[in-house]
């Protein structure tokens, strides 16, 4: 029961941490929308991996970054809207996951932990995995701060110093791919974008830089994750769900409380 429980808050650490940090440039990118589309595309993943016999997490690697590098090429072309363009793919992405997990998917297959995370099953090679992502988007995160911020508040001045506008932007969705391969499993491929997009909106009420927005969504992220994970461990009700709606009283509470950031 003991390494049970650690191997989980170990797991509930690493993606708060990838996920609060990320989600910072969703929001200052306006993202959300295409999160939530890379996160329907998880379901694909997690099929495609089960059927091939790659594994979940390969799967959802290798669909997500196809499906983001797809979504660049169609945006470089401009013959859709953004939202369109995200809209057909993330519904054909959902759906494909849905009849290709029918088709493999077993017995012992679990749905619901797919759609909304189960975070109790998680394994040794889960949380190698997630600290492996961790220590990647991170890293790049950190070594790239300055022109991802550049071109997320100012990408005419960005491009005219020379940063090639499509290669970050690709790298950026890979990270968000990076970050949903992991997500999965805590909230389940429905939930992803909430961890995500929540704990940036709360943490943009109380700072007044960047790097400290940054932090702070860090630090929400673990503080919702960890009550989420306490209370369906308590209740016995589902993970995904309880961090959601734990993140959810923390976004209300910061819409009450008087606004810092100003």
Not at 26 to 48: D, N, P, Q
């Amino acid at each position: 029961m003991e390494d049970f429980i650690f191997r989980t808050l170990i797991a509930a650490l690493g993606i708060s941490i990838v996920a609060g940090s990320l989600g910072c440039f969703v929001i200052w990118k306006r993202m959300s929308y295409f999160s939530e589309s890379i996160s329907h595309s998880a379901l694909l993943g997690v099929s495609l991996g089960l059927a091939s016999g790659l594994g979940i997490h390969t799967g959802l690697v290798i669909v997500s970054v196809i499906f983001a590098g797809l979504i660049v090429v169609l945006q470089q072309r401009q013959l859709l809207s953004n939202d369109a363009i995200l809209g057909i793919f993330s519904h054909i992405a959902l759906s494909l996951g849905i009849v290709v997990l029918s088709i493999v998917g077993g017995a012992n297959t679990d749905y619901f932990a797919l759609l909304f995370g189960d975070i109790l099953s998680v394994s040794n090679q889960d949380i190698v995995w997630i600290y492996a992502v961790l220590m990647i988007v991170v890293g790049l995160l950190i070594f790239f701060w300055q022109r991802l911020l550049l071109l997320t508040l100012n990408e005419e001045l960005a491009i005219a110093q020379g940063l090639n506008r499509n290669a970050y932007r690709l790298l950026f969705m890979l990270m968000i791919a990076l970050t949903v391969s992991v997500s999965v499993q805590i909230v389940g491929v429905l939930l992803i974008t909430s961890l995500l997009i929540i704990p940036p909106a709360v943490a943009r009420m109380f700072t007044h830089s960047p790097a400290s927005m940054a932090l702070a969504s860090i630090g929400i992220s673990i503080v919702a994750v960890f009550l989420g994970l306490g209370a369906s461990m308590f209740y016995d009700l589902a993970t995904g769900p309880m961090i959601v709606i734990a993140l959810g009283i923390l976004f209300v509470i910061s819409q009450l409380l008087p606004n810092k950031s100003s």
